[in-house]
């Protein structure tokens, strides 16, 4: 399996409860490098321009609210397969949905407060790493 590089953010839920150390361990014990990571706080605005694809949803004021609520961090993770093994370790959207042991298990409190993001596609990791970080800030 090839090496891919994946979007991965730590939502303002997280960050609020001070989790971002013990999810980035979930991404390094599964193998997942963290190749570039920095905290920003997002204005609604900008997370509004990140999630545009979810513009016609009913959630998409929400979750724009939320996302611009708190800190975040944003990171690159690499390894073989990244795209669907961080998948994995994160879980299924909905927390009640997710195995026993990924992150939205251990740390999502909701659908919409649910920890972490992780890009769905090798298309949408590369936009989405390009919306965060400059080829410079990727040194792998
Ligand atoms: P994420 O992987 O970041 O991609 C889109 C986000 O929308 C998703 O995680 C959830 O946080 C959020 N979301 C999805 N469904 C709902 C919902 N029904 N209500 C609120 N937020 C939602």
Redesign the pocket.
């Known amino acids: 399996m090839a090496t891919e590089r994946t979007l991965s953010i730590i939502k303002p839920d997280a960050t609020r409860r001070n989790l971002t150390g013990k999810i980035n361990a979930k991404f390094e014990e599964a193998g997942l490098r963290i190749i570039a990571q920095k905290r920003i706080h997002l204005t609604k605005a900008q997370a509004g321009k990140f ?1 545009e694809v ?1 513009k016609e949803r009913p ?1 998409y004021d ?2 724009c609210e939320f996302m611009a609520s708190a800190p975040v961090v944003v990171q690159v993770l690499e390894g073989e397969g990244a795209i669907v093994k961080n998948r994995e370790v994160m879980g299924a ?1 909905n927390p009640a949905d997710a195995a026993p042991g990924t992150i939205r298990a251990e740390f999502a409190q909701s ?2 407060e ?1 920890s972490v ?1 992780g890009s769905d596609a090798p298309e949408t990791a590369a936009a989405e790493i390009a919306f965060y970080f400059s080829g410079l800030e990727l040194v792998g």
């Open positions: 999630y979810h959630f929400e979750l959207t659908v919409g649910n993001h």
